[in-house]
């Protein structure tokens, strides 16, 4: 071998061990490793709160206006959509996290009560929605749901969401709360 080939394999194999060591972790054995961030995420996780996904479909762009009788809705979407069903189980003290939907939701409490709190409400009031009631959550708008009750709480949710996106975003905590 001449010796600038050798040379260069040397380098090279010097050069991989450099940057072997560099990306090595300082943790030793039986020690937990220590992260490279050293700030706390700031997004807040859900606690207690166990979706279950019933239905996913997609609807494209569609507007719908439908009339019976003296009832009259429109629904409308300029973009592909997806609709995504699920059934959301809140335990009680259990929370959604601090998040924000891509689209719409669609909220029917079935069991319990919900108590619904939105980032941009500087007074942090609670919005109460027991069993039998729906509300909306818009797209893009930060908040979090709650059960402060005793009893565990259970919703239907129906999102309109783009096409293959996530239903659910997680969301720094807005600091409007004493939570």
């Not at 450099?18 to 220590?34: P, Q």
């Not at 490279?36 to 569609?62: H, K, M, Q, W």
């Not at 565990?152 to 969401?161: D, G, K, P, Q």
Request: charged share 15%; glycine share 10%.
């Amino acid at each position: 071998m001449s010796k600038v080939l050798c040379r260069s394999v040397i380098a090279a194999a010097i050069a991989a061990a450099i940057g072997a060591l560099a990306c090595s972790d300082s943790a030793t054995r039986g020690e937990a490793a220590k992260p490279a961030i050293t700030e706390p995420p700031s997004f807040t996780a859900a606690v207690d709160f166990t979706p279950t996904l019933l239905a996913r479909g997609n609807l494209g762009t569609f507007h719908i206006q439908s009339k019976a009788g003296d009832y009259d809705a429109e629904l409308k979407s300029h973009d592909n959509t997806d609709i995504v069903v699920a059934r959301i189980v809140v335990a009680p003290g259990g929370h959604s996290g601090w998040h924000y939907h891509p689209g719409p939701v669609l909220v029917t409490v079935t069991s319990g009560t919900i108590t619904f709190y939105m980032g941009d409400d500087p007074t942090c009031s609670p919005h109460v929605h027991p069993a039998g009631t729906t509300f909306f959550e818009n797209g893009g708008m930060v908040g979090i749901a709650r059960n402060e009750g005793t009893v565990e709480a259970t919703v239907v949710a129906t999102f309109f969401v783009p096409a293959g996106s996530a239903t659910r975003l997680d969301a720094p905590a807005p600091g409007n709360c004493a939570f």
